[in-house]
């Protein structure tokens, strides 16, 4: 929504004239803007809590450095995910204070005025050193989002020991993410030593029958364990955003 419109709707608000719920309606449904190859959402974060996220994949360089560039400017920041090593160049030469991670394909431009940090907990665990690309993916969007993570690395089933040795941390999470690839059976064994909520993200790791992460997919929604939530393959990100929103209802944030 352009200055002057935000201005005439705030003055409006002043007079009495609208009231402060028509007035949030009216924010809610603010424009987009149209960059010719991308329409960006610019009022995202207004409605969602969390501005628009740039999937990288795809793109050119150029043209998510504009779209990063139109994000920026709202003091809002960026995150870009699936960002191929050119673009992350790229966005490296524009934005100095941007931080890249290589191994998650992320590069995140902090908020100007950041929100407050949230008090809870969120655990990452991977089920191999394999699962990292996607678990850096969350962990990073967690990060963002103004979420605290701890990361659990390499624990997955071939050694059970390795996963139980960490029970006290995975306790002391609010919520518990679970990345796993090949047989996909970490999610069903941390949905029975938990009583937060467990959200798996199947990978594409695994030999040929594991059939790009599909193989862990099907065993992550056919967990024995009740109520594990399960995300799409590789999709770290999504992971993420729904722990992102349990826990601000759990912050009474938005």
């Given amino acids: 929504m352009r200055r002057d419109r935000v201005q005439a709707l705030l003055a409006e608000v002043a007079s009495g004239q609208r009231s402060v719920e028509d007035a949030l309606t009216q924010l809610d449904s603010a424009p987009v803007e ?7 959402d610019t009022h995202r974060a207004l409605r969602q809590g969390y501005p628009e996220v740039v999937f990288g994949q795809g793109k050119t360089p150029e043209q998510v450095v504009a779209i990063a560039a139109r994000l920026a400017e709202s003091g809002d920041g960026f995150l870009v995910t699936r960002a191929e090593v050119a673009t992350q160049e790229a966005l490296a030469q524009h934005f100095a204070a941007a931080e890249i991670n290589a191994a998650g394909r992320t ?16 655990a990452v665990v991977t089920a191999g050193t394999s699962d990292l690309p996607v678990a850096e993916e969350c962990a990073v969007t967690l990060d963002a989002m103004g979420h605290p993570v701890q990361r659990i690395t390499d624990v997955g089933v071939a050694g059970i020991h ?48 594991a059939f790009q992460g599909l193989a862990p997919l099907l065993t992550m929604l056919n967990s024995c364990a009740a109520g594990v939530t399960v995300c799409n393959i590789d999709n770290g990100f999504g992971g993420a955003v729904a722990a992102g929103r349990i826990l601000d209802a759990l912050n009474n944030r938005g």
């Fill in 34 to 40: 149209e960059l010719g190859f991308a329409t960006v």
């Fill in 107 to 122: 590069v995140l431009l902090r908020a100007t005025h950041p929100r407050a940090r949230g008090t809870h907990l969120v």
């Fill in 162 to 209: 390795r996963i139980l040795a960490r029970r006290e941390t995975l306790a002391d999470a609010a919520v518990v993410i679970v990345v796993a690839g090949m047989d996909g059976a970490l999610p069903s064994v941390v949905g029975g030593l938990v009583r937060r909520p467990v959200i798996a993200v199947p990978t594409s790791i695994g030999y040929g029958a």
